[in-house]
């Protein structure tokens, strides 16, 4: 991985732009469909991350609930990401500015979203805390259900 200070925009991979872009993300806090560095939740960072690198909204995903996977039983965030990213990658793969899609609970819809900022660690909007840089540990990696290319 790269230090973010020593390079020149022109040198970053795609990767590592997502990855600094999220990172000046860090310390918004928590809103609920939120997509701005005002507020904003796990779907509004990757939302925001993705219109810096690309100056615009891939599109506007509509009202959700906060209990939407729960109740849909669809898998809109992993449809969403394959469209959007293209097919999911490995796991063993994982590099800077890939997009985690996370499974909370096993047999419902995924239903949170991260990118990859380092070895071990991802940048995500968490509830009650905002944005915030989390050690990608054990709890958090069992439960990706998909890993996707910036």
Known sequence: MTDDRSMTEADRSPGERAAAIARTWIGAPYRHQGFSRIGCDCLGL???VWREMRGQEPEE??????????????????????????????EATLRMGDVLVFRLRRGMAAQHLGIVSGADRFIHAYEQTGVVESPLAPAWRRRIAGVFRF
């Open 46 to 48: 990757i939302r925001g």
């Open 61 to 90: 995903p509509g009202p959700y609930g906060r209990d939407w996977a729960e109740r849909s039983g669809e898998e809109r965030l992993l449809q969403a990401a394959t469209h959007h990213f293209g097919p999911a990658c490995a």
